[in-house]
């Protein structure tokens, strides 16, 4: 198969419309990381997302819409999860919440879960495909399972080039990292996935998969990752932090939004340098420094 690489505009909306009317995923930039997009309601177009992300089916799925109203057609919000939905949405925000009955949402996307992780996407290009498709987009993010995390076209490419017909090219990513991910399913709200939005919410602390990024392994480069690192081993490629310089550094100044915005980025880079294995600085593990080291710990699993 051979994969375009065209840039955000009207035209390219247009043809990643098609594909997915037509049972395709597409890669489509969001505030995040890259999402690969396919019809929420279509089961063999799911299929096709797991097939070229070689992603385990236990694994659920964030199911993109363009508004809180089209999300309440999919899911049912309590009063809690309405008002998180309303101050952070659109956002790097997902909410998991109990499945209508009704949704249409193909039942592979939720992985047979009773429950469904919705989101409502900032990012223009996703915006303007879900207004093209006019329904409910199922989008991971555009990578081969386990792998890094893509911030721009050329890391989509990188792993799922071949493997899928169209990559939106939005240029890089905002935010650089998944979005938050809170579990509004009864009781108190829980975080399953932390990420750029900061809640107050109970760690969760069941082994059960109920979100993308829980499995233990993942986002991970192909090679061996070491952290809290003050310095680097010959054979090591060296990512800095603040004081702690390095081959590249997240952040030299220290400043956690940077940081998180250039992690992946770093990652790729780190892996495809000739330096047989990484390390990576210490991240102070509060407020953003959570999501970043919830991703550094994964990727070191």
Known sequence: METHVLPFNRHTIGNAAQLIIAGQPVAIPTETVYGLAADATNPKAVARIYEAKGRPSFNPLIVHVPDLTAAE??????????????????????????????SGIASIVTAGLPTVGIRVPAHPAMQAVLAAVEGPLAAPSANASGS??????????????????????????ERGIESTIIAATGGPLRLLRPGPIHIEAEADSSAEIEAPGQMASHYAPSKPLRLNATH?????????????????????????????????????????????????AAVPNDGLGAAINDRLRRAAA
């Open 73 to 102: 057609r999919i899911g049912v919000f309590s009063d809690e999860a309405r008002a998180l939905a309303q101050a952070h949405w659109p956002g790097p925000l997902t909410l998991v919440v109990p499945l209508r009955e009704d």
């Open 148 to 173: 890094i995390s893509p911030t721009r076209a050329e890391h989509v490419f990188k792993t799922l080039g071949g493997k899928i017909s169209l990559i939106i090219d939005g240029g890089p990513t």
């Open 232 to 280: 680097a081993a010959p054979e090591e490629f060296m990512v800095g932090f603040g004081g702690v310089p390095g081959d590249d550094s997240l952040s030299p100044s220290g400043d956690l939004v940077e940081a998180a915005a250039r992690l992946f980025d770093l990652l790729h880079s780190a892996d495809a340098s000739p330096k047989e294995r990484i390390a990576v």
